[in-house]
């Protein structure tokens, strides 16, 4: 089993920034590709950036320029850094991960989301 686990999320004011950490951990023995995705409220999850092992990330056009993705592959860790967050940022942000377990299984896993609320 694999488990996802993101920090990071809060309010924060239209301008500002945050930075959301997404820890996998468990039987891994490799973890393929990692991302973010987030689903606002009355709308389908999308994806938001992705970063595959040893590739280059990609993002959604509405976030390019301001969100930067990265990971730490020692620490299992993905980050998604924030700028110049909009209302329209608001949402539930969920960690993904495409995982080959140390049984050798490949499999998609996800945390439980971290709120992310872009208000003054």
């Known amino acids: 089993q694999v488990q996802l686990v993101e920090s990071g999320g809060g309010l924060v004011q239209p301008g500002g920034s945050l930075r959301l950490s997404c820890v996998a951990s468990?039987?891994?023995?490799?973890?393929?590709?990692m991302g973010w995705y987030r689903q606002a409220p009355g709308k389908q999850r999308e994806l938001v950036a992705i970063?595959?092992?040893?590739?280059?990330?990609n993002y959604v056009d509405s976030v390019k320029g301001r969100f930067t993705i990265s990971r730490d592959n020692a620490k299992n860790t993905v980050y998604l850094q924030m700028n110049s967050l909009k209302p329209e940022d608001t949402a539930v942000y969920y960690c993904?991960?495409?995982?080959?377990?140390?049984?050798?299984?490949?499999?998609?896993?996800w945390g439980k989301g971290t709120l992310v609320t872009v208000s003054s």
């Open positions: 468990g039987s891994i023995f490799s973890i393929n590709v």
């Open positions: 993904n991960a495409y995982v080959t377990t140390r049984s050798r299984y490949e499999m998609d896993y």
């Open positions: 970063i595959p092992t040893g590739g280059s990330p």
